[in-house]
């Protein structure tokens, strides 16, 4: 969506689709919001406020959203004065529940929806699910997925995931488990996160240092991006700047373990620098050498190096943003500041701001 700021004319368009069996209903809405988060299983949610359109009453969208299977699509972009529209997929949803009210003031229509790895969460293991060791991990992921939700999409290759498990993987059963939980848990002992991406295909992204790449977007002084407000506040709780990964499972004679810190002097979060050592520890099975304990924890060290901040911009939201982007942001002085992005709250209403929970890294 790069080229859409620098359009003389543009209208903010939003769009949400109902997908039930083989039909597809546009529906309205009047606002709302749609939230990714890395930091979580299950990254993206929604907010929806509906409105009635094309002869769609509330009632029969409300009837609608509460059919057994339907997934909702929502999209944000621009409509362009060439009559063009650039969109971008926000997410594939499931809605939560609705609730539908009619009084002497009118009727409303709103749902809170959660994107389609709930389908996966919610089929929980009857019986304890098993994966061989020396399973290339993609097949797994991809089996296991499948399993518990059959229409599932996904992108897991041996060319974009690699690894092969180490060691045999047994998931619990009963009302506690959580398919999800361990299709990520199981990913994320390779450095990998799992997640569906904003169009619903599930992919497994290898988490990298934030300072890698160009930035996806900066936010600039101007008429492209005017950033008027800028909220800043550091919870010192959840700031890491080392990982201790060790591997206790039953593939391994004995504990193995790998370390990874901040090693970089010019970093707020720099080893030996005034904030010391302050490392997070990870344990998983599946970790049966040093060097597979190595690699995890300096995957894992990506996801928290920096310090973690509360950035809000007063500027039309760019809808193509995601956690795990690099943006360059400018401040009051003109000196510009990087940060990877962990939480990206997208508004689906005209004149609302998009906020984020990002972490400042060295560039």
Same mark, same amino acid.
């Given at each position: 969506?790069?080229?859409c700021?620098?359009?003389?004319?543009?209208?903010?368009?939003?769009?949400?689709?109902?997908?039930?069996?083989?039909?597809a209903v546009?529906?309205?809405l009047a606002?709302?919001?749609?939230t990714?988060d890395?930091r979580?299983?299950?990254?993206?949610?929604?907010?929806?406020?509906?409105?009635?359109?094309?002869?769609?009453?509330?009632?029969?969208?409300?009837?609608l959203?509460?059919?057994?299977?339907v997934?909702?699509?929502?999209?944000?972009?621009?409509a362009?004065?060439?009559?063009?529209?650039?969109m971008?997929?926000l997410?594939?949803?499931?809605?939560d529940?609705?609730?539908?009210?009619?009084? $002497?003031t /009118? %009727?409303?229509?709103? &749902?809170? !929806?959660?994107?389609?790895?709930?389908?996966?969460?919610?089929?929980?293991? *009857?019986?304890?699910?098993?994966?061989?060791?020396?399973?290339?991990?993609?097949?797994?992921?991809?089996?296991?997925?499948?399993?518990r939700?059959?229409?599932?999409?996904?992108?897991?290759?041996a060319?974009?995931?690699?690894?092969?498990?180490?060691?045999?993987?047994?998931?619990?059963?009963?009302?506690?488990?959580?398919p999800?939980?361990?299709?990520c848990r199981?990913a994320g002992?390779?450095?990998?996160?799992?997640?569906?991406?904003?169009?619903?295909?599930?992919?497994?992204?290898a988490?990298?240092?934030?300072?890698?790449?160009?930035?996806?977007?900066?936010?600039?002084?101007?008429?492209?991006?005017?950033?008027?407000?800028?909220?800043?506040?550091?919870?010192?709780?959840r700031?890491?700047?080392g990982?201790? $990964?060790? /591997? %206790?499972?039953?593939? &391994?004679? !004995?504990?193995?373990?790998?370390?990874?810190?901040?090693?970089?002097?010019a *970093?707020?979060?720099?080893?030996?620098?005034?904030?010391?050592?302050?490392?997070?520890f990870?344990?998983?099975?599946l970790?049966?050498?040093?060097?597979?304990?190595?690699q995890?924890?300096?995957?894992?060290?990506?996801?928290?190096?920096?310090?973690v901040?509360?950035?809000?911009?007063?500027?039309?939201?760019?809808?193509?943003?995601?956690?795990?982007?690099?943006?360059?942001?400018?401040q009051a002085?003109g000196?510009m500041?990087?940060?990877?992005l962990?939480?990206?709250?997208?508004?689906l209403?005209?004149?609302?701001?998009?906020?984020?929970?990002?972490?400042?890294?060295?560039?």
């Amino acid at each position: 969506l790069a080229e859409c700021v620098t359009a003389p004319v543009q209208t903010v368009a939003v769009e949400c689709v109902a997908y039930s069996g083989t039909a597809a209903v546009a529906l309205s809405l009047a606002g709302g919001s749609v939230t990714a988060d890395g930091r979580r299983a299950v990254m993206r949610d929604a907010a929806l406020d509906f409105a009635p359109a094309g002869g769609l009453s509330l009632e029969e969208a409300y009837e609608l959203l509460v059919t057994p299977g339907v997934e909702l699509a929502v999209r944000r972009g621009f409509a362009l004065a060439d009559g063009t529209t650039l969109m971008a997929d926000l997410g594939r949803f499931v809605p939560d529940e609705p609730q539908w009210r009619r009084g $002497a003031t /009118g %009727e409303s229509l709103q &749902t809170t !929806a959660t994107d389609i790895a709930v389908k996966v969460q919610r089929a929980r293991w *009857s019986d304890p699910y098993v994966i061989a060791a020396g399973t290339p991990l993609a097949t797994a992921l991809a089996e296991l997925l499948l399993d518990r939700y059959p229409p599932a999409r996904h992108a897991l290759t041996a060319d974009l995931v690699p690894e092969t498990l180490g060691a045999q993987v047994v998931t619990e059963a009963g009302d506690g488990s959580d398919p999800w939980q361990d299709a990520c848990r199981l990913a994320g002992s390779f450095g990998y996160a799992l997640y569906p991406d904003p169009a619903g295909t599930v992919v497994a992204k290898a988490v990298q240092a934030p300072t890698a790449g160009a930035p996806a977007f900066v936010f600039a002084r101007g008429s492209t991006a005017i950033v008027t407000e800028h909220t800043r506040s550091s919870p010192l709780a959840r700031t890491y700047n080392g990982v201790i $990964a060790t /591997g %206790e499972g039953t593939g &391994t004679d !004995a504990p193995v373990r790998g370390e990874a810190w901040d090693e970089n002097p010019a *970093s707020p979060t720099y080893r030996y620098g005034p904030f010391g050592q302050v490392p997070c520890f990870y344990s998983s099975p599946l970790l049966t050498t040093v060097d597979q304990c190595e690699q995890a924890a300096a995957k894992i060290l990506a996801t928290c190096l920096g310090r973690v901040e509360q950035l809000s911009w007063s500027a039309a939201a760019h809808p193509g943003l995601q956690p795990f982007d690099t943006v360059r942001v400018e401040q009051a002085d003109g000196s510009m500041r990087t940060y990877v992005l962990d939480c990206v709250t997208i508004p689906l209403g005209i004149g609302e701001t998009m906020t984020a929970v990002a972490r400042e890294v060295t560039a």
